[in-house]
Nanobody, 121 residues
Framework: QVQLVESGGDLVQPGGSLSLSCVASGSIYSIHDMSWYREPPGKQRELVAGITSSGRTKFGDSVKGRFTIYRDNAKNMLLLQMNSLKPEDTALYYC???????????????WGQGTQVTVSS
């Protein structure tokens, strides 16, 4: 089994910054794509940003130029740096990773429990 623990969610004023982290642990052979999703109140979950094992990144249109995604493969960690935050960034933020638990196993996706980000004055 693989566990994901997210942290860093908080209440922040508009224009502020916040950094989220997600650490994967458990039966991990290799981690492939890692992503952040968010679920605003009353809306569907959407992709915020993703990063491949080789470091290629992609971002949702609403966060381009404001958010940056990083990964630390040695620590099985995913980071999201959020700058110039807006009230519409308020959401529950989830980490998702694609993991192989052994050399021959297929790749499965795992989700974290979510961390709340609230942008409000």
């Amino acid at each position: 089994q693989v566990q994901l623990v997210e942290s860093g969610g908080d209440l922040v004023q508009p224009g502020g910054s916040l950094s989220l982290s997600c650490v994967a642990s458990g039966s991990i052979y290799s981690i492939h794509d890692m992503s952040w999703y968010r679920e605003p109140p009353g809306k569907q979950r959407e992709l915020v940003a993703g990063i491949t094992s080789s470091g290629r990144t992609k971002f949702g249109d609403s966060v381009k130029g404001r958010f940056t995604i990083y990964r630390d493969n040695a620590k099985n960690m995913l980071l999201l740096q959020m700058n110039s935050l807006k009230p519409e960034d308020t959401a529950l933020y989830y980490c998702k990773v694609l993991v192989a638990t052994s050399y021959e196993s297929p790749v499965f996706q795992y989700w974290g429990q979510g961390t709340q980000v609230t942008v409000s004055s």
